[in-house]
């Protein structure tokens, strides 16, 4: 009975140690690197048209967001984070008084799809572009895009939201 435990027990450290190693093989090589940090920039003043029923212009009054982007062993990128501060004048480009200035500081986080895609989850104040409004976030918004300034698709919604199309209307 005592060699059967034995016998066991080695099995059990053997199968914990060929685990110990798989992990540090797969797992070192994609923390090796680190993430990788990036200034964001943006053009200092712009428009987006084709969302709200009028052309909204921006201006960045001050912006001193960053990405750090981890990525795998081949180097492709797996996830980013975005934060720093971030606040940004937004205006009805056919109605200049109808303005307002925010701190959409985020942060967020960036999720690399296989498909191409992006899901990101945006977190605290955020500017959100789906189809037909620029979405205002306090809270945890979720949703699928092409790109963090294309059109997303809403997945989920938590805290509070409102549309900046109505507030410069």
Known sequence: MAM?????????????????????L????ALAAGPVREKLDFPPAGSF?????????YTIIQNNE????????????????TQGRLVVAFANASNPSHSVTLNISGPGWTTYNSDGSLTITFLGRSAIFLEGQIMLSSGRVV????????IGMLVLAAGNQSNLCATLA
């Open 4 to 24: 059967n435990q034995i016998s066991l027990a080695r099995r059990v450290l053997l199968g914990m140690a060929i685990s110990m190693l798989l992990l540090v």
């Open 26 to 29: 797969v797992v070192q090589p």
């Open 49 to 57: 048209d084709g969302i709200c029923d009028f052309s909204v212009g």
């Open 66 to 81: 960053y990405t750090l982007t981890y990525v795998d062993a081949s180097g492709n990128p797996v996830r980013s984070l």
């Open 143 to 150: 949703v699928v895009a092409s790109d963090p300034l294309a």
